[in-house]
């Protein structure tokens, strides 16, 4: 299904216009044919998961995307023209993903592919961006892109990826929870990327994983998995995704009490999921990692501010409509920041049309430091253009007396890894 976000449709965007239209006819018949092309929207295709295992995510990374869009509009859109986003499920599947990318290109005529965040749907649906030419813009953290699996049309400007996370958090774990390990993941890539460069990670600080626990992402019950995890675990490491991450993790609790070993989970284990749900005050005292911290800290900058109030997130990281309505806080900004990646490729490019696609994605390439800003509110961030990977910092934050508090912030420096993939050799 096919809708137009709300307040960004063609008719809204031409009426924008149409003030700047009524004096064309006074123009001289060049500038009147110019006028008029630039006056229609630029069209960014958003593929999201409206449905499947990723409509929690899909819902939020709607929302900040609305938010998005809005500002960007409202300061002028992108070289003078307006955003239209052109929002199709995918149904979180990777074949339908590919179809929902041709669909962009094909039939909507978009500029841009954006927003994927399952990595087995972009894995699906990058190949064939590539065939179209449509600069596909994902917020996935899979290590995909950087790994050279994809090709030149595929960036992740705006969100960092799970090598470069767990590389981070490694040296935290080892030294303040443990050395053996056991670990409980998603067995689809994204799991697999956890379980490769974590497993990796841990062994350079002298730690070692004792067992990899793969769960179908399908799965709605975990308890006949939790036997399987070593006795002398030291620490458990666990990143679950989908609509049974609740029941994931109140099993959890029920199976260890509170004679467990530590625990260090991925927040998206607990992603759109409110901490004092009955059945979770075994967390007290746990560990996350977050991309971005869902409470606001004591010390949140002007831009975070700004941004949370943007996208209707209260200081606990609720709806400020639904206090029920946990959002998908530290994933969906990598939306926000993607949509001005793609504003300021855009511009620096001169980006007129679908024939400037090539120049536009040289612009992106071409970018390096990004200092934090209203555009960069998690923070600053540095684009490898080679890898078409953006480096940023990370969070760890405990549960304290229900809320999220953060203890420890990585550098930049902290995620970077060698290139594995030079995308700029390929041709455009």
């Not at 239209?21 to 069209?43: C, N, T, V």
């Not at 899909?58 to 023209?81: D, F, H, Q």
């Amino acid at each position: 299904m096919t809708k137009l976000i709300k307040g960004t449709s063609r008719r809204g965007a031409l009426k924008t216009l149409a003030g700047a239209a009524a004096g064309a006819a006074s123009l001289p018949l060049w500038a009147r044919y110019a006028q008029a092309q630039s006056s229609e929207p630029i069209k960014i295709g958003f593929q999201q998961h409206s449905t499947g295992i990723g409509a929690a995510y899909g819902r939020w990374y709607g929302r900040t995307t609305e938010a998005a869009v809005k500002l960007i509009n409202e300061g002028g859109g992108i070289n003078g023209r307006m955003v239209e986003i052109i929002a199709e499920d995918d149904g979180t599947d990777p074949k339908r993903g590919a179809e929902v990318v041709e669909k962009f290109a094909n039939q909507h005529g978009c500029d841009v592919g954006f927003g994927t965040l399952f990595s087995h749907v972009v894995i699906g649906s990058a190949p064939r961006a590539g065939e179209l030419k449509l600069p596909y813009f994902v917020v996935s953290e899979g290590h995909h892109v950087a790994s050279g699996m994809l090709n030149r049309y595929t960036l992740q400007p705006g969100i960092t990826d799970v090598k470069s996370q767990v590389q981070a958090m490694a040296p935290y774990v080892s030294e303040n929870l443990g050395k053996k390990v056991t670990m409980i993941f998603p067995d689809f890539a994204f799991g697999h990327d956890h379980r490769d460069f974590f497993s990796a990670a841990i062994a350079e600080q002298g730690g070692e994983v004792l067992a990899q626990i793969a769960i179908p992402p399908s799965e709605t019950s975990f308890t006949k998995y939790f036997p399987q995890i070593p006795r002398d675990t030291e620490v458990l490491y666990h990143v679950m995704v989908g609509p049974a991450v609740l029941t994931f993790v109140k099993e959890l609790g029920e199976f260890f009490g509170d004679q467990g070993p530590e625990i260090f989970g991925f927040i998206d284990s607990l992603e759109a999921v409110d901490i004092s749900s009955p059945g979770l005050e075994f967390l007290e005292g746990t560990y996350f990692w977050e991309g971005m911290p869902r409470y606001a800290q004591d010390d949140q900058s002007e831009h975070e501010k700004f941004y949370r109030e943007a996208v209707g997130v209260d200081e606990t990281g609720a709806s400020v409509s639904d206090p029920s309505d946990v959002s998908t806080y530290a994933h969906m900004f990598g939306c926000w920041e993607t949509l001005h990646v793609i504003k300021a490729g855009m511009e620096a490019s001169g980006y007129a049309g679908p024939l400037d696609r090539a120049k536009l994605i040289e612009a992106v390439e071409a970018m390096g430091d990004m200092p934090e800003s209203q555009a960069h509110p998690q923070g600053a961030k540095r684009f490898n253009g080679k890898t078409h990977q953006v480096f940023g910092h990370q969070h760890i934050s405990r549960v304290e007396n229900g809320r999220l508090v953060r203890v420890h912030t990585t550098s930049i420096e902290d995620t970077m890894y060698p290139d594995e993939v030079d995308y700029t050799t390929q041709p455009l």
